[in-house]
């Protein structure tokens, strides 16, 4: 069983939890739009920035709105691609139970803390908010294939370590290297902790669903 929580827990949460929680539900209720909103953001963001040397290099405004919307098209073919590609997996993680679209965002984002902690609350619609989220967290890529993720990982950090060692060979010593070398750190550790922060999270997920199921059978053991 799982130990009850002390009387002070959970806190309060942030308004930075509360934003991510209310933007959680939006996103479980409309996967295909938050999945296109954020990736269409960040490219549009880039090509505006591209704009920039982009005048300086036409010397007419016909040519500038000609290679502003050439650069707009590659905007967006990626938005289209990554969000279709993100999809399923979104999808796979949310299954059959999304976040009701009217659960209070308050009462997800102390849900969210409980599902860390793996302990049941006091109130019982964040309670059944946290049960809907112990399950989503059990779908998760990194919590069933924590094996494949840290492989991922550490791909990605040899690529890196390729990387800077041919900037340090070519380049020296530099702001962007010493930057990327940090990386390489962050990168490497991620590889190592990652299986065992994955079996934590998995189990605190299946404990706290293991609780509520228990307590909603009437808390007697069958």
């Known amino acids: 069983m799982v130990p009850p929580p002390p009387p002070s827990f959970p806190k309060p949460p942030s308004g930075s939890a509360v934003f991510r929680a209310r933007s959680m539900i939006r996103q479980q209720n409309n996967p295909r739009f938050f999945g296109y909103w954020p990736f269409g953001v960040v490219l549009l963001l880039l090509w505006l ?14 040519r500038f709105l000609a290679y ?21 997996g979104v999808r796979r993680v949310i299954g059959d139970e999304p976040l009701p679209p009217d659960a209070d965002p308050v009462r997800l984002a102390v849900a969210e803390k409980l599902v860390e902690e793996g302990v049941l609350g006091g109130d019982p619609e964040t309670n059944r908010l946290a049960r809907i989220r112990a399950d989503q967290k059990l779908r998760e890529y990194g919590i069933l294939f924590p094996g494949r993720t840290s492989a991922c ?70």
């Open 68 to 88: 502003a919307a050439l650069g707009l098209l590659p905007v967006i073919g990626l938005t289209a691609l990554i969000a279709e590609l993100t999809l399923p």
């Open 153 to 222: 990982l550490a791909v990605l950090t040899c690529v890196q370590i390729a990387l800077l060692t041919w900037w340090l060979v070519t380049d020296g010593i530099s702001v962007d290297s010493v930057f990327l070398f940090f990386t390489v750190l962050v990168n490497g550790l991620a590889t190592f902790l990652h299986p065992s922060i994955a079996a934590r999270d998995r189990h605190r997920a299946e404990s706290l669903r293991a609780a509520y199921d228990h307590h909603a059978a009437g808390g007697r053991e069958r």
């Open 49 to 62: 920035v591209c704009l920039i040397p982009t005048a300086h290099f036409t010397d007419t405004s016909v």
